[in-house]
């Protein structure tokens, strides 16, 4: 007598996290332009109703910017590390909450938690940055505000899984 063939689990992957995922890299991908022209210094191609290079050269455009401006008397010194462009840590933003949702819609749930954290305080500062684009420097950039539409897209994905339940970031096994 021989022993049934067992068929190996099918694996489906997580459909929230990976949507997640995919708008993480749209994100990177504008964040990554952004910093690339940043450090050539060539101007950023922006629509009509909109002053890239009014947002994208101003103070509030690098790290040592946002320094200066949460404490003055501070004053981040130029040519280290407060010159890098927001940009850039943008792109590490998105980086991180690509990684945690690709983690996520594999298998580690526990990643979905960090993701969640991770959007809402990317969304906290993305909405900052809108009041600075609009109340401080009085101009916005097409680039920045897809970027935050990015975020907030981001945020949304966790919202949604929040009331969908833990199903939807769960791994679906099924035998064959």
């Not at 969304?123 to 420097?137: E, K, T």
């Not at 897809?146 to 791994?171: C, N, R, V």
Request: charged share 10%; glycine share 8%; with cysteine.
């Amino acid at each position: 007598m021989t022993e049934p063939e067992i068929t190996p689990a099918k694996r489906t992957i997580a459909k929230l996290p990976l949507a997640a995922a995919v708008v993480a890299l749209a994100g990177l991908a504008d964040a990554v332009y952004l910093t690339a022209h940043h450090y050539n210094a060539e101007p950023v191609p922006c629509g009509a109703a909109f002053d890239c290079e009014m947002v994208l050269t101003s103070p509030f455009a690098t790290l040592g910017g946002i320094i200066n401006w949460f404490s003055p008397g501070m004053m981040a010194a130029t040519g280290s590390v407060s010159d890098i462009p927001l940009a850039a840590f943008g792109a590490a933003a998105y980086f991180v909450a690509f990684a945690l949702a690709t983690l996520t819609a594999f298998g580690d749930r526990r990643m979905w938690k960090l993701f969640g954290a991770h959007v809402v305080l990317m969304a906290a500062f993305s909405g900052w940055l809108i009041y600075v684009q609009a109340a401080l420097i009085g101009a916005y950039c097409q680039f920045c505000l897809i970027s935050a539409a990015t975020t907030f897209t981001l945020l949304i994905i966790f919202i949604i899984s929040l009331f969908l339940g833990p199903g939807t970031t769960k791994i679906a096994e099924s035998l064959d």
